[in-house]
């Protein structure tokens, strides 16, 4: 291909990746419609596209939730599936012609989303939202100061509604996160990080004359560093409950490699994911220390009919051997795992850890549900298939 070639075809390829991802946003809202996955126990049709396409949950929700929102603007669907505009212009459009409110004259709502599809011609995403922002200056130029001040109030109500955090493991060593709370959240986030950043702070942590090397660094590392300090300095006496156990990580660890005898290629904690011995060796120098004593009679496991309840000990146990994660195949919740009994305790299944899985809150409560069957498979994992 020749330069010209080249330039035309990636043009063009843009173009054609816009009116694909309109008709896969339109297929996937009307699977949404049609309740697709829901015959397999999943949670959600979006939920069933992830586990069966292996993409991640938010890029299969952000495809049905594009689709929905689509559907109620025809205009902007329209630019999409000519190939005009591209997926992140039709949501920005969609986001801020969202934010006017539902009393609106049609019309003005119609020529507000006309306005944002003519900026979308010589604007990307990013322009796109800084204009969105005064979008009242153009469809009310009179009113604009009190609509704002009501898109603003309305928006910190929305906020409330739609925070998120998300956590997830680079492969390389690290975890990454983004989240969205409030404005009033993330000033308090940086007033925390800018006091644990603080000399003082770090003087009495850390010894007298550490303070200023951490005060002559204020940029993403260092913060990285501070919220990494505040974590882990986080008082466990002021944990909340997760699963019946204290929301505290627990780590595998061998008494040989413990004490430094033997080193383990990884130390195992109960999320699955793996840290060094040497950092677990630290780790006890600073904690209590829980001893899991595998194939061990520390701790009785296994109650029979006696106790309807599973114990904080087989707790514990269960979420080791599945590593924190649901065992309901296609699922990828972790953490909070609720102890389930296969062979329900009021038929007489007894709260043995043979008898025993963890599933996520969502497929406990299908675990439960008459509409559905629950398979247990030899290798530990169970599914769901609903009753015809």
């Known amino acids: 291909m020749s330069d010209t070639e080249a330039a035309e075809a990636l043009v ?44 991640t949950r938010a890029a299969a929700h952000s495809a049905v939730k594009l689709g929905k929102d689509l559907h109620a603007h025809p ?54 939202n800084r204009l969105g922002k005064r979008l009242w200056e153009v469809i009310d130029p009179d009113g604009a100061d009190a609509r704002e001040a009501e898109i603003l109030e309305r928006q910190e109500a929305k906020a409330l509604r739609s925070m998120y955090l998300k956590v997830w493991d680079d492969g390389d060593g690290s975890t990454c996160s983004a989240f969205k709370m409030p404005h009033l959240g993330g000033a308090a986030l940086k007033k925390i990080i800018a006091a644990v950043m603080a000399a003082k702070h770090q003087n009495a942590t850390k010894g007298a004359g550490t303070g200023h090397l951490t005060s002559e660094r204020t940029g993403p590392e260092a913060q990285g560093q501070a919220f990494y300090e505040l974590l882990m300095r986080f008082p466990k006496n002021k944990l909340p409950k997760l699963g019946g156990l ?16 033997l080193e383990q290629a990884g130390t195992i904690l109960d999320t699955g994911d793996r840290i060094s011995a040497a950092l677990a060796r630290k780790l006890a120098c600073e904690a ?24 904080k000990a087989q707790r514990i146990a269960i979420t080791l051997r599945q590593h924190g994660q649901c065992v309901a195949e296609g ?23 043979t008898n025993a899985v963890g599933l996520c809150h969502w497929h406990h409560m299908k675990a439960h549900d008459t509409g559905y069957d629950l398979t247990h498979h030899p290798n530990g994992s169970v599914t769901f298939h609903r009753r015809l």
């Open 12 to 55: 063009e390829l843009q173009s054609l990746k816009a009116q694909v991802a309109e008709l896969e946003a339109r297929v996937a809202a009307h699977a949404d419609e049609q309740h697709v996955g829901q015959d397999r126990g999943a949670s959600s049709t979006a939920v069933w596209l992830a586990n069966q396409t292996r993409t």
């Open 75 to 128: 205009f902007t669907r329209a630019a999409l599936a000519a190939g005009v505009i591209c997926a992140d212009q039709a949501r920005a459009i969609l986001r801020w012609v969202d934010t006017l409110p539902d009393d609106l004259d049609p019309e003005l709502k119609v020529r507000a989303e006309q306005h944002l599809l003519d900026l979308a011609m010589e604007h990307d995403v990013n322009g796109l």
């Open 246 to 261: 204290n929301a505290t990580l627990l780590v595998t660890i061998s008494e040989e490699s413990l004490l430094g005898r």
């Open 288 to 311: 209590g220390i829980l001893p899991v004593v595998m194939n061990g009679k520390s701790e009785v496991l296994d109650l029979g009919r006696e106790q309807r309840l599973h114990s």
């Open 331 to 353: 699922c990828d919740r972790t953490n909070g795992l609720h102890a389930h009994h296969l062979i329900e305790w009021a038929k007489g299944g007894p709260t043995d850890l």
